[in-house]
Each structure stands twice: as structure tokens, then as C-alpha cells.
């Protein structure tokens, strides 16, 4: 570079300024030396400030997520029901114009079968301040019964406006660390968000639990266990107050429609009766959970509880009764969603490039040893078993490799090819067939990565850890 | 990021290539129809027909080299919509048709991207920093390849900017490099590409001149007349004729050259656009209607001898100022000519190599841009850019181009009107501006402030000014009387910063020759 750096002075002739020297003659060099990384002086500041880095992050996200948002969405100009879009709109609707006794009930004004309210109570706090902002901007937007499939411009940049908003107040929620009440009040406050969150529950439940029992039951634990309680008590009971006694009657519904409506149903196998379906899957979520909650009960840590939510979600999720897609939030499942949504580009788009910053950031094709995959003590047990274990970083790299063509492979398919005539269903099957062998597979090695994490690898690591937070 | 060699320029590349992918759906302009018919206008019609064409209002007024391009489009675009090339097709846009024009935008970018990296490798990186974030080359990469300006007019508006721009760096990174023949055959492609880059052409004419065609100078610096080597002139002469015979010839041949010039040049359009680009008549302009209104306030004029036709009525056309002298071409040209002179005059008597060559291309860009008639508010692009090269060398370069770079993006957000453009293009001006402060600032940290106090507050007050144009004033009752109030405010105060950055830069080039001069006397 120095070389071709002299090549721009001028023709020849000495005193003169070429491109090359003039840099060097900038008069704040300290004697006209090279500067090197070590010889800062106190008063510099060491490269771009973080505050600067981190502002141009966060605009950068926002940026692609808006230029994601120029796209359609779901529903768009589609009657009768139009799609998620319209039921947010709905809710603004109903929450603004009708008396907060009347949200979840089937009234003359509110029909709960054009998308009625669905979720727990801080959602529809959400949409009525949203909604209040909305009329301040356009009456129109949330009249009763006259607004219904207002689709136009300024009120598509209002509602993606408030769908930002909606994350960043659950990003604020999620960022308690050690902080055990914060965290149990902002869990609460999650869980009346979206009851989604139940899937997490319970990693919550048997950490918080877990941490409870170290402190001993008589003195500190006892102490810690009162609070928690009072603190979900008193999270649950503002969240709820204003619907008086029909709470009970709210409840009843709801649960009573997820489990038992058979007309609302998608997915029926006629093999066997939906009572049995229910206990069975009941069943063996509940045994999926139990090893990895019970470890956290009995040794409760942070990492453990970080891979507990994880595999606790992704049970719920595999074997649960009626799961909807959404509640993976995994770019490749959603795909033939996406595509009935005709968002193609924002997926074609999106999915390498998130994949990309994940390869570049993370090294994930050279950390495939079995100790940087954790499994160590696992590998140790096994030894002795299985000889194949020694080429296990080839093994890794080549799955991830596979996975990731099979991946490519089936989004192209489902785009571009039109599936054969006797098996409409084929992508979309496909997709979900793939998926599912992955979440199991990540089931099991999380539960392994949890259940062998020994005592003695972890026991200065876990301590360090946990007070970093 | 990993400091693994040029793996962050990839990075950058292939970042802001995904970014203009998602930019596809975004809303565009009518320069998209232009585009659209003249692809049907090269691929439906004989060569004797495309300068004549009038079915579209959107006539063929590039030259020549442009409409082979949108010939060779015209080939691809065929397999995407064949529907698109029918002349008749006013203003069609099927989604095929809109894919493939923006994709066609997206990698026709390659060769700006490619002439990013030259300029890059032209760059002396003597300061060996340790984190990837403070290199020169970085800083110059970031700053070319995200462009606020450039993205939004090419990937949202609708143009094809890129490539021309990588043309014309590839040919300023050529001449630094001192291939010089080679720069003068891009640039003479370059003009038969888009002939608003004959702004730029005195510095090129006269740096060739001095620096090639004489070869060299004298030991105090000044020119060696007797090193007049013929050989280079012939070549550069060559290079252009053959440049030209390729592009005019077969119009020559077919006595269509004035039809082709007419076209090309079309002065029957106003003094200014609809939407005032930010230059010195925007001011003139201002100062005029001010004085019209004070001048009816005083009675000083008869309102009944005041013509109707408004400068901002969104009409092309002939007008007349009232109080101050009317503008004619001639004029503009005039002061051109003059603006550009004292740059003109500073290359050829003290050339500085390539440095020197740069600063006298952005005075003239920034000079016909403050000067010529019916300039548009893009052209300020072409200021920006090769700035961009200087501002990472020099802190006095780096503060003026940070205003330059502010207030000129700053000018082109009335070219995105709609609702759903807004927070992207809120965001994506933050996201530049942002980093172009804080790189240039760490840059050069051990200097004193790039910008002093009266600059900064000057910039400041763009938020307001932006805040008032777009949310407050459309809910006022003025709105449907005064429509014209933001665009007139976004103009004037935009013309300021670029008067002051263009005077500033005037004045830092004329007085560090003296110094140099005084120094090379001594």
C-alpha cells in the first residue's frame, strides 16, 4: 500500500505537496512520528465512541426493519377478514370505543368472531393507548363498525409506528439481569401481554424456585420466596383489577375455546378422539420438560436457566396441543407463510443476510470441536462407547452444511416451482417435516448440554457467570 | 468485525447491495416511466428514429452511449415483461417490469462498486490503525458505498447514478494512479454516458494539459514549455475523437447531430426547476419575491404589472423576475465561467498531482452547480462524491464536508414525498450523517473541532426546519394556500450551507497555494 501510496506525487520536482506527503504533514503529529496503537496519550479517546457504534447499530436495525416494512402484509386487501393487520386495527377499535367491561364478551358491539380479542389484558391496554393516538390523528381509523379493512398510507405508517413501539416496550421488559423481583414483575407483565409467554413459565418458575432452595428455606430463601409470590400476586392482580369478577367467566372461555371448540380446530386426526389427544400431548410435553426443570431446581444457574427456556419452549412447541407457526420465530418456518403473505423479498433478503452476520460474527464453521460446543463432558462419558466421536467437528460442520442446502433447496421450491397436482400440500409439509427433525434434534442437545453440565468443569465458570449477571 | 484483510469491503458491498434489495417495492418517481420508455423507444425503433421519437413526454435526452445501454437492457428485459417495451405502454409498471428495471439498477452498481475499491487502493493508508473502524480506506468506503444521496436517488427514486459515478471515480482513481490515458477515455465515455458531467470537464482538460502533456516542470514548480510532448497530445486527442466518432457518428451520418444537440440541451426550460435546487438564483430567487412583497407593501410597485406565472408553480417554463434583472442562459454561462476560473487558473499554475486535480473538480462541479441554469437539486451529488476522496485527508477538508454532505442530502428529501418513505428516509440520513461525524471526528481527533460553533448550530437547525416542513406545516391552514412554503424553506436554507461550504473550500484552495507558493519561494 506504501508503495502505491508514492506513485500519486507529482512529476517530479522537490518542496512540492503530493497526495502521499501532504497526509503526513498533518501539524498535530507530535514530531512528526508514526503513531502506534500503544503511544496514545491520555487525553485520546480510543477509536469511535461506543456511543456512536451503538446509535449507529440501533439505526441501522430500525432502517432495515422499515425498508422490510415496505412490503405488503398479511391480510392486505383481502376481504373479508383481511389478516393480523386488520386485528390489531380491530382491537384499537374495540378498546377505544367500547367500556372496558365489554372487551372479551360477545356483544351486540362486539362480534368475537370477527378477530375477537384473544390475548391477555396488557395487549388490549396497548392497543387502546394506541388507539387514542390514532383518533387524535384520524377519527376514521378507529370509528365502530365503520372502520372495519381501513386500509391507507398515513394509517399503515401509524400502525407499523405502534407494532415498534409494542417490541421496544418488550425489549425494555426483558433487560432485567440479577434483579430477581424486577425480573418476576416484568415476566408477569409479559405473560399478560401474550400468554405465549407460559411457554417460558416454567424455567422462570423452577429457577426462581431453584435459587430459593441454595438460600435455605428457613432464613433468606423463606424470605425470597414471600416476595416473589407477592410480587406476581400484586403484577397479576393490577393487570386484572379493572375487569372486576368476570375475571373467572374470561378464563373459563378462553381455555375452554383453545382446548375443546372442535369447530375451530385446523388440524384433526381422525385416528384418535381429541380428549386422548389432549392427555397425550399433555403428557409428553410435561415428560420432556421434567429433566431439564428439575436440574434447574436442584442447581440452579444462569446458563442452565438460559438453556432451560430454550429446550422448555422448544418442548411446548413440538408437542403441544394447536401450535400456531408463530410462536418458533424461526425465519425458515415461516416461509410458506411468508409466501402466502407474498413477502418473498423481504424473506429472500433478510434470511442471508441475517445468516451471513451470523457466520461472520460467530465462526460457526471453525467452532465445532466438541468443547466449544459444550458437549465435553458428555464426549468424556461416552468415550468409551463410541470411537466416531474423534471426527465429531467434521461430523458438525458437515450437518450444519446440509441443513443449511436442504434449507436453500426447499425456500427455492417453494417459490418457484408449482407443487404436482396429487400432493397440493408438498412444501409446505416438507418445510414443517425438515423443521421438525431440526427441533428435535436441538431438543435433545440441549437437554444433553444441561443434564451433564458437571460440577466440576462449571463450578468457578457458573460463580463467574452468575455475577457477571 | 473480523480485521481479516479486504473481508470488510465485502462486507460493505454486499450489506448495502441487501439493503437496496429490500428497497425495491419503495416508492418511485416518474423518472422510472422515462426509463421504462426509453428501453421501448431503443428496442422498438431504428437508430433513426430515437432522437425523434415525441409519443412519450419523456423524450430520449442522453447521449448516445445511454441509449445503446438502454438497448442492451432492452435484450434482458424481454424475458422479464415484454409488455414494457411497447412504446405505447405509457406509464406502465407491472411488478416484472419493476424488479427488473431495479434490479437492473442494483447491479449495474458492481462498477461503482469496483471504483470504490480503486479509490481505496489509491489512498495512502500510512496510518497503521489498529482497529478496522479508524482506517482511512474504512471511512472513504462507508462513505462511498452507503451514500445517503446516492441510495436514495438511485434505489428509491429511480435513476441509474451508480454506475456513471463508478465511471467517474474509476477514472479520478486512474488518473491518481498517473494511467492517464486510461482516465481520459473513461471520462470521455463518461460524457457520452450523461453529458451533466461536462460540469467537471475544464478540470479534467486543464489537469491533462499541465500534468501530461507538458512532462515536466521546472524546479520551482512552474511550467517547462519546452516539455510539450506531442505524442500524448495526438493520443489524448485520439482518445477523444474516437470516443465521440463511436457515440455522434452514426447520427452525423444521418444529419440527425442538430436534432440529437437540441434535445440534449434544451434551454426553452426555466431558470430553475420546480422544486428550487439549492444554488445561488434559489437565493436570487428568494431575494427577488422578498423585494416584490416589500415593494407592494411600500407601494413601491403596481401589483397590476406583476406577471401571474409563479417560479415555483411546478411548471417549466420562461419567467420573469420582477424587481431584480431577469436571468437569461447567457448569463448563467457567464458566471459560470467566472466562478470556475480562479480553480481553473490555480490548477494549471501550481498543480498539486491528483490532490490538486480533485479540489479543482469539486470547485467546478460546486461552481456550474451554483451557476448554471436549470440545474437539478441531484447535481449536488456530483460535489459530494469526489469530496468525499479529500475529507479523509485533510481536518479543514473533513469540516466542509460534513456541512456539504448535511445540508446537499439534506436538499434532496422533498425528492420523497410519501408517507411511507418518511421514516426511511429519516433514518437512513441519521444512519449517514451520524457515521460521517463520528468517523471524521476520531479521524482526526488530535486537531482542533472540524466544525466550529456558528456550523454546528447551522446544521442543528435542519431538525426543526425538517420537523416543521413535514409534520407541523401540512397541519396548519396555510397548507392549501402556501403550498409551496417547506420546498421554499428547504431550498433557501440549503442554498446557505452550500454557498458558505463552496466559498469556504474556494478560499482554503486559493490561500494554501499562496502559502505553498511562499514556502517553495523561501
Given at each position: 500500500?506504501?508503495?502505491?501510496?508514492?506513485?500519486?506525487?507529482?512529476?517530479?520536482?522537490?518542496?512540492?505537496?503530493?497526495?502521499?506527503?501532504?497526509?503526513?504533514?498533518?501539524?498535530?503529529?507530535?514530531?512528526?512520528?508514526?503513531?502506534?496503537?500503544?503511544?496514545?496519550?491520555?487525553?485520546?479517546v480510543p477509536g469511535m465512541e461506543k456511543w456512536s457504534l451503538m446509535t449507529i447499530t440501533v439505526l441501522l436495525a430500525l432502517t432495515v426493519r422499515w425498508a422490510v416494512s415496505?412490503?405488503?402484509?398479511?391480510?392486505?386487501?383481502?376481504?373479508?377478514?383481511?389478516?393480523?393487520?386488520?386485528?390489531?386495527?380491530?382491537?384499537?377499535?374495540?378498546?377505544?370505543?367500547?367500556?372496558?367491561?365489554?372487551?372479551?364478551?360477545?356483544?351486540?358491539?362486539?362480534?368475537?368472531?370477527?378477530?375477537?380479542?384473544?390475548?391477555?389484558?396488557?395487549?388490549?391496554?396497548?392497543?387502546?393507548?394506541?388507539?387514542?393516538?390514532?383518533?387524535?390523528?384520524?377519527?376514521?381509523?378507529?370509528?365502530?363498525?365503520?372502520?372495519?379493512?381501513?386500509?391507507?398510507?398515513?394509517?399503515?405508517?401509524?400502525?407499523r409506528t405502534?407494532v415498534s413501539l409494542?417490541l421496544a416496550l418488550w425489549a425494555v421488559l426483558c433487560l432485567?439481569h440479577?434483579?430477581?423481583?424486577?425480573?418476576?414483575?416484568?415476566?408477569?407483565?409479559?405473560?399478560?401481554?401474550?400468554?405465549?409467554?407460559?411457554?417460558?413459565?416454567?424455567?422462570?418458575?423452577?429457577?426462581?424456585?431453584?435459587?430459593?432452595?441454595?438460600?435455605?428455606?428457613?432464613?433468606?430463601?423463606?424470605?425470597?420466596?414471600?416476595?416473589?409470590?407477592?410480587?406476581?400476586?400484586?403484577?397479576?392482580?393490577?393487570?386484572?383489577?379493572?375487569?372486576?369478577?368476570?375475571?373467572?367467566?374470561?378464563?373459563?372461555?378462553?381455555?375452554?375455546?383453545?382446548?375443546?371448540?372442535?369447530?375451530?380446530?385446523?388440524?384433526?386426526?381422525?385416528?384418535?378422539?381429541?380428549?386422548?389427544?389432549?392427555?397425550?400431548?399433555?403428557?409428553?410435553?410435561?415428560?420432556?420438560?421434567?429433566?431439564?426443570?428439575?436440574?434447574?431446581?436442584?442447581?440452579?444457574?444462569?446458563?442452565?436457566?438460559?438453556?432451560?427456556?430454550?429446550?422448555?419452549?422448544?418442548?411446548?412447541?413440538?408437542?403441544?396441543?394447536?401450535?400456531?407457526?408463530?410462536?418458533?420465530?424461526?425465519v425458515?418456518?415461516?416461509?410458506?407463510?411468508?409466501?402466502?403473505?407474498?413477502?418473498?423479498?423481504p424473506?429472500?433478503v433478510t434470511t442471508p443476510a441475517f445468516l451471513a452476520v451470523c457466520l461472520a460474527s460467530f465462526s460457526?464453521?471453525?467452532?465445532?470441536?466438541?468443547?466449544?460446543?459444550?458437549?465435553?463432558?458428555?464426549?468424556?462419558?461416552?468415550?468409551?462407547?463410541?470411537?466416531?466421536?474423534?471426527?465429531?467437528?467434521?461430523?458438525?460442520?458437515?450437518?450444519?452444511?446440509?441443513?443449511?442446502?436442504?434449507?436453500?433447496?426447499?425456500?427455492?421450491?417453494?417459490?418457484?416451482?408449482?407443487?404436482?397436482?396429487?400432493?397440493?400440500?408438498?412444501?409446505?409439509?416438507?418445510?414443517?417435516?425438515?423443521?421438525?427433525?431440526?427441533?428435535?434434534?436441538?431438543?435433545?442437545?440441549?437437554?444433553?448440554?444441561?443434564?451433564?453440565?458437571?460440577?466440576?468443569?462449571?463450578?468457578?465458570?457458573?460463580?463467574?457467570?452468575?455475577?457477571?449477571? | 468485525m473480523a480485521a481479516?484483510?479486504?473481508g470488510w469491503f465485502r462486507a460493505l458491498a454486499l450489506g448495502v447491495s441487501f439493503l437496496k434489495c429490500l428497497l425495491?417495492?419503495?416508492?418511485?418517481?416518474?423518472?422510472?416511466?422515462?426509463?421504462?420508455?426509453?428501453?421501448?423507444?431503443?428496442?422498438?425503433?431504428?437508430?433513426?428514429?430515437?432522437?425523434?421519437?415525441?409519443?412519450?413526454?419523456?423524450?430520449?435526452?442522453?447521449?448516445?452511449?445511454?441509449?445503446?445501454?438502454?438497448?442492451?437492457?432492452?435484450?434482458?428485459?424481454?424475458?422479464?415483461?415484454?409488455?414494457?417495451?411497447?412504446?405505447?405502454?405509457?406509464?406502465?409498471?407491472?411488478?416484472?417490469?419493476?424488479?427488473?428495471?431495479?434490479?437492473?439498477?442494483?447491479?449495474?452498481?458492481?462498477?461503482?462498486?469496483?471504483?470504490?475499491?480503486?479509490?481505496?487502493?489509491?489512498?495512502?493508508?500510512?496510518?497503521?490503525a489498529?482497529d478496522i473502524l479508524e482506517k482511512?480506506?474504512f471511512i472513504?468506503a462507508v462513505l462511498?458505498l452507503w451514500n445517503f444521496?446516492?441510495l436514495?436517488?438511485?434505489?428509491?427514486?429511480?435513476?441509474?447514478?451508480?454506475?456513471?459515478?463508478?465511471?467517474?471515480?474509476?477514472?479520478?482513481?486512474?488518473?491518481?494512479?498517473?494511467?492517464?490515458?486510461?482516465?481520459?477515455?473513461?471520462?470521455?465515455?463518461?460524457?457520452?454516458?450523461?453529458?451533466?458531467?461536462?460540469?467537471?470537464?475544464?478540470?479534467?482538460?486543464?489537469?491533462?494539459?499541465?500534468?501530461?502533456?507538458?512532462?515536466?516542470?521546472?524546479?520551482?514548480?512552474?511550467?517547462?514549455?519546452?516539455?510539450?510532448?506531442?505524442?500524448?497530445?495526438?493520443?489524448?486527442?485520439?482518445?477523444?475523437?474516437?470516443?465521440?466518432?463511436?457515440?455522434?457518428?452514426?447520427?452525423?451520418?444521418?444529419?440527425?447531430?442538430?436534432?440529437?444537440?437540441?434535445?440534449?440541451?434544451?434551454?426553452?426550460?426555466?431558470?430553475?426547476?420546480?422544486?428550487?435546487?439549492?444554488?445561488?438564483?434559489?437565493?436570487?430567487?428568494?431575494?427577488?419575491?422578498?423585494?416584490?412583497?416589500?415593494?407592494?407593501?411600500?407601494?413601491?410597485?403596481?401589483?397590476?404589472?406583476?406577471?401571474?406565472?409563479?417560479?415555483?408553480?411546478?411548471?417549466?417554463?420562461?419567467?420573469?423576475?420582477?424587481?431584480?434583472?431577469?436571468?437569461?442562459?447567457?448569463?448563467?454561462?457567464?458566471?459560470?465561467?467566472?466562478?470556475?476560473?480562479?480553480?481553473?487558473?490555480?490548477?494549471?499554475?501550481?498543480?498539486?498531482?491528483?490532490?490538486?486535480?480533485?479540489?479543482?473538480?469539486?470547485?467546478?462541479?460546486?461552481?456550474?452547480?451554483?451557476?448554471?441554469?436549470?440545474?437539478?437539486?441531484?447535481?449536488?451529488?456530483?460535489?459530494?462524491?469526489?469530496?468525499?476522496?479529500?475529507?479523509?485527508?485533510?481536518?479543514?477538508?473533513?469540516?466542509?464536508?460534513?456541512?456539504?454532505?448535511?445540508?446537499?442530502?439534506?436538499?434532496?428529501?422533498?425528492?420523497?414525498?410519501?408517507?411511507?418513505?418518511?421514516p426511511i428516509k429519516i433514518l437512513l440520513m441519521l444512519l449517514f450523517t451520524v457515521y460521517s461525524f463520528s468517523a471524521l471526528k476520531s479521524l482526526?481527533?488530535?486537531?482542533?473541532?472540524?466544525?466550529?460553533?456558528?456550523?454546528?448550530?447551522?446544521?442543528?437547525?435542519?431538525?426543526?426546519?425538517?420537523?416543521?416542513?413535514?409534520?407541523?406545516?401540512?397541519?396548519?391552514?396555510?397548507?392549501?394556500?402556501?403550498?409551496?412554503?417547506?420546498?421554499?424553506?428547504?431550498?433557501?436554507?440549503?442554498?446557505?450551507?452550500?454557498?458558505?461550504?463552496?466559498?469556504?473550500?474556494?478560499?482554503?484552495?486559493?490561500?494554501?497555494?499562496?502559502?505553498?507558493?511562499?514556502?517553495?519561494?523561501?
Amino acid at each position: 500500500a506504501a508503495r502505491v501510496g508514492s506513485q500519486l506525487g507529482p512529476a517530479g520536482g522537490q518542496g512540492q505537496l503530493g497526495w502521499a506527503r501532504s497526509s503526513a504533514l498533518l501539524p498535530a503529529r507530535a514530531g512528526g512520528s508514526e503513531e502506534t496503537g500503544a503511544e496514545r496519550g491520555p487525553w485520546s479517546v480510543p477509536g469511535m465512541e461506543k456511543w456512536s457504534l451503538m446509535t449507529i447499530t440501533v439505526l441501522l436495525a430500525l432502517t432495515v426493519r422499515w425498508a422490510v416494512s415496505l412490503g405488503s402484509y398479511s391480510g392486505a386487501g383481502k376481504p373479508p377478514m383481511y389478516g393480523d393487520y386488520e386485528a390489531q386495527r380491530h382491537w384499537q377499535e374495540i378498546t377505544y370505543n367500547l367500556p372496558i367491561r365489554q372487551w372479551y364478551f360477545n356483544t351486540s358491539d362486539n362480534n368475537l368472531l370477527y378477530w375477537g380479542l384473544d390475548y391477555p389484558p396488557l395487549t388490549a391496554y396497548h392497543s387502546f393507548v394506541c388507539a387514542y393516538i390514532a383518533k387524535l390523528i384520524n377519527p376514521d381509523w378507529v370509528a365502530l363498525h365503520t372502520s372495519r379493512g381501513y386500509e391507507s398510507q398515513p394509517h399503515k405508517l401509524f400502525m407499523r409506528t405502534t407494532v415498534s413501539l409494542g417490541l421496544a416496550l418488550w425489549a425494555v421488559l426483558c433487560l432485567s439481569h440479577d434483579w430477581d423481583l424486577l425480573g418476576s414483575v416484568a415476566f408477569c407483565l409479559a405473560l399478560n401481554y401474550k400468554q405465549m409467554e407460559l411457554y417460558h413459565s416454567l424455567p422462570f418458575f423452577c429457577y426462581l424456585l431453584g435459587k430459593c432452595f441454595k438460600k435455605g428455606l428457613k432464613g433468606k430463601g423463606l424470605v425470597l420466596l414471600a416476595k416473589l409470590a407477592g410480587t406476581v400476586l400484586v403484577s397479576f392482580a393490577a393487570c386484572w383489577l379493572p375487569f372486576g369478577t368476570d375475571v373467572e367467566q374470561i378464563m373459563q372461555d378462553k381455555v375452554a375455546n383453545i382446548w375443546c371448540s372442535l369447530s375451530v380446530l385446523i388440524k384433526i386426526k381422525n385416528v384418535i378422539s381429541p380428549r386422548t389427544q389432549l392427555k397425550l400431548s399433555f403428557a409428553v410435553t410435561f415428560l420432556s420438560l421434567l429433566p431439564a426443570c428439575i436440574k434447574l431446581t436442584v442447581q440452579p444457574s444462569l446458563r442452565g436457566f438460559k438453556f432451560a427456556l430454550v429446550s422448555c419452549a422448544l418442548s411446548f412447541f413440538l408437542f403441544s396441543f394447536q401450535v400456531h407457526e408463530k410462536s418458533i420465530l424461526l425465519v425458515s418456518v415461516l416461509l410458506p407463510l411468508l409466501l402466502k403473505d407474498e413477502l418473498l423479498l423481504p424473506y429472500a433478503v433478510t434470511t442471508p443476510a441475517f445468516l451471513a452476520v451470523c457466520l461472520a460474527s460467530f465462526s460457526i464453521l471453525e467452532k465445532t470441536s466438541a468443547e466449544d460446543l459444550q458437549l465435553k463432558a458428555f464426549s468424556l462419558s461416552l468415550k468409551g462407547y463410541v470411537s466416531w466421536f474423534k471426527s465429531f467437528p467434521r461430523i458438525v460442520r458437515s450437518l450444519f452444511l446440509l441443513s443449511l442446502s436442504l434449507m436453500a433447496v426447499l425456500s427455492v421450491l417453494s417459490a418457484a416451482v408449482p407443487p404436482p397436482q396429487h400432493l397440493p400440500d408438498l412444501f409446505p409439509v416438507a418445510v414443517a417435516v425438515v423443521s421438525c427433525l431440526h427441533f428435535l434434534l436441538f431438543l435433545v442437545y440441549f437437554n444433553v448440554v444441561i443434564l451433564w453440565d458437571s460440577k466440576n468443569r462449571g463450578q468457578k465458570k457458573i460463580k463467574y457467570l452468575e455475577e457477571e449477571g | 468485525m473480523a480485521a481479516g484483510g479486504r473481508g470488510w469491503f465485502r462486507a460493505l458491498a454486499l450489506g448495502v447491495s441487501f439493503l437496496k434489495c429490500l428497497l425495491i417495492p419503495a416508492y418511485y418517481s416518474t423518472d422510472f416511466e422515462v426509463h421504462r420508455n426509453w428501453l421501448a423507444i431503443t428496442h422498438s425503433l431504428p437508430l433513426s428514429q430515437w432522437y425523434y421519437e415525441a409519443t412519450s413526454e419523456w423524450t430520449l435526452d442522453y447521449p448516445p452511449f445511454f441509449a445503446w445501454f438502454e438497448y442492451a437492457l432492452s435484450h434482458i428485459a424481454k424475458y422479464f415483461d415484454p409488455q414494457m417495451l411497447v412504446v405505447e405502454n405509457l406509464n406502465y409498471a407491472s411488478r416484472a417490469t419493476v424488479f427488473f428495471q431495479r434490479l437492473s439498477v442494483i447491479l449495474t452498481d458492481t462498477l461503482f462498486i469496483y471504483a470504490v475499491h480503486e479509490c481505496c487502493r489509491c489512498i495512502n493508508g500510512k496510518r497503521a490503525a489498529k482497529d478496522i473502524l479508524e482506517k482511512p480506506t474504512f471511512i472513504l468506503a462507508v462513505l462511498l458505498l452507503w451514500n445517503f444521496g446516492l441510495l436514495i436517488v438511485d434505489h428509491i427514486h429511480f435513476q441509474y447514478n451508480g454506475f456513471l459515478f463508478g465511471l467517474m471515480l474509476l477514472s479520478v482513481a486512474r488518473l491518481c494512479q498517473k494511467r492517464y490515458l486510461e482516465g481520459a477515455l473513461l471520462f470521455a465515455v463518461l460524457l457520452h454516458f450523461k453529458h451533466i458531467y461536462i460540469y467537471v470537464a475544464p478540470a479534467y482538460g486543464i489537469y491533462l494539459l499541465r500534468s501530461y502533456c507538458f512532462t515536466a516542470n521546472n524546479a520551482d514548480g512552474s511550467l517547462k514549455w519546452r516539455s510539450f510532448s506531442f505524442l500524448h497530445v495526438t493520443l489524448l486527442g485520439l482518445i477523444v475523437c474516437l470516443v465521440s466518432a463511436l457515440s455522434l457518428g452514426p447520427f452525423l451520418v444521418l444529419g440527425q447531430l442538430p436534432q440529437v444537440i437540441s434535445r440534449l440541451f434544451p434551454f426553452k426550460r426555466g431558470l430553475c426547476h420546480a422544486y428550487w435546487a439549492p444554488n445561488f438564483w434559489a437565493l436570487y430567487n428568494a431575494v427577488d419575491k422578498a423585494l416584490t412583497v416589500l415593494g407592494l407593501k411600500c407601494n413601491f410597485l403596481d401589483s397590476t404589472k406583476i406577471p401571474k406565472a409563479s417560479m415555483t408553480g411546478g411548471l417549466v417554463q420562461e419567467f420573469q423576475h420582477t424587481v431584480l434583472p431577469s436571468v437569461t442562459p447567457l448569463a448563467t454561462l457567464i458566471c459560470t465561467f467566472i466562478a470556475i476560473l480562479p480553480s481553473v487558473f490555480c490548477l494549471w499554475f501550481k498543480p498539486q498531482g491528483p490532490r490538486g486535480f480533485l479540489q479543482c473538480l469539486v470547485l467546478c462541479a460546486l461552481s456550474s452547480f451554483m451557476f448554471g441554469w436549470h440545474v437539478h437539486e441531484k447535481a449536488i451529488l456530483l460535489a459530494i462524491l469526489p469530496l468525499s476522496l479529500l475529507s479523509i485527508q485533510r481536518a479543514k477538508d473533513a469540516g466542509i464536508y460534513l456541512i456539504l454532505a448535511t445540508t446537499g442530502h439534506f436538499s434532496l428529501f422533498p425528492l420523497l414525498f410519501t408517507p411511507p418513505e418518511l421514516p426511511i428516509k429519516i433514518l437512513l440520513m441519521l444512519l449517514f450523517t451520524v457515521y460521517s461525524f463520528s468517523a471524521l471526528k476520531s479521524l482526526f481527533r488530535r486537531e482542533k473541532p472540524l466544525l466550529n460553533w456558528i456550523e454546528t448550530i447551522y446544521l442543528i437547525q435542519l431538525v426543526p426546519l425538517e420537523i416543521f416542513c413535514e409534520i407541523i406545516f401540512p397541519l396548519t391552514p396555510w397548507k392549501r394556500h402556501f403550498p409551496f412554503v417547506p420546498l421554499l424553506l428547504t431550498s433557501v436554507y440549503c442554498a446557505l450551507g452550500i454557498t458558505y461550504a463552496w466559498l469556504k473550500l474556494y478560499i482554503s484552495v486559493l490561500t494554501e497555494r499562496t502559502s505553498v507558493r511562499q514556502k517553495a519561494d523561501a
